[in-house]
């Protein structure tokens, strides 16, 4: 089955700076989606990538895959505040509305 | 428009008790997933439901099962409850033609003492 893994499992940001969380899955998954989790909270859609080299955009987050590298990054460009929360990857499970989670990244971003 | 609705928010429970939790979805979805979230294992998947049928299963022993209802309401039953079973299960809604996003609900925290 799916193996998905995130790195690093915590990332301790100042403002202002940016940084890339990567995600990496262990077989072929089409399709790759990001959520956002805040404490006690529920989970977020953030992106959801249909195909390989796809990029999608939303205010300081920007994702990407390579299904070839069967990787995925969300990269963080001058970092806020309201951007700290838990960011969760998850790819096709194989069945529809089957997600394979990563385990997190708790981003702290610092002022 | 009105979100996905989990209730209730919040449950006790004693080893051995059997819990149902609901789950509706937003008006016009036909697809409800659920999932467990516990620190040990993070999110993992239970099932979905599309149009009253039970599409998908995910690795949970048959104390889990659930439902869904004609108009896409659907419910989780766990039977003879485990102090493992302590968890934060969330749904989520969705068309159901895949590649699409989910939408979460905020979830029922289960505690099983």
């Known amino acids: 089955e799916l193996k998905v893994e995130q790195n690093p499992l915590f990332l301790s940001m100042q403002e202002g700076k940016n940084y890339t969380i990567y995600c990496n899955y262990s077989t072929t998954s089409d399709r790759l989606y990001w959520y956002r989790q805040d404490p006690g909270k529920s989970l977020e859609s953030l992106f959801v990538l249909l195909s390989n080299g796809a990029v999608k955009q939303e205010g300081r987050l920007m994702a990407s895959l390579d299904t070839k590298a069967r990787l995925s990054t969300l990269h963080i460009t001058a970092a806020v505040h309201d951007l700290s929360a838990t960011y969760f990857c998850?790819?096709?499970?194989?069945?529809?509305?089957?997600?394979?989670f990563g385990t997190g990244t708790l981003l702290a971003v610092q002022p | 428009k009105a979100g996905v609705t989990q209730t209730p928010r919040y449950l006790i429970k004693t080893r051995g008790q059997q819990v149902t939790l609901s789950c509706s979805p937003i008006s016009g979805h036909r697809s409800v997933s659920w999932y467990q979230q516990t620190p040990g294992q993070g999110l993992q998947f239970l099932f979905e439901?599309?149009?009253?049928?039970?599409?998908n299963k995910g690795n949970f022993p048959g104390r889990f099962s659930g439902r869904q209802f004609s108009n896409s309401r659907s419910e989780m039953n766990v039977s003879t409850l485990e102090l493992g079973d302590s968890a934060l299960y969330l749904c989520a809604s969705s068309r159901g033609q895949g590649n699409e996003k989910l939408f979460f609900g905020s979830g029922t925290q289960l505690s099983v003492l």
């Open positions: 439901y599309f149009s009253e049928t039970q599409r």
């Open positions: 998850a790819g096709d499970g194989g069945a529809t509305n089957k997600l394979i």
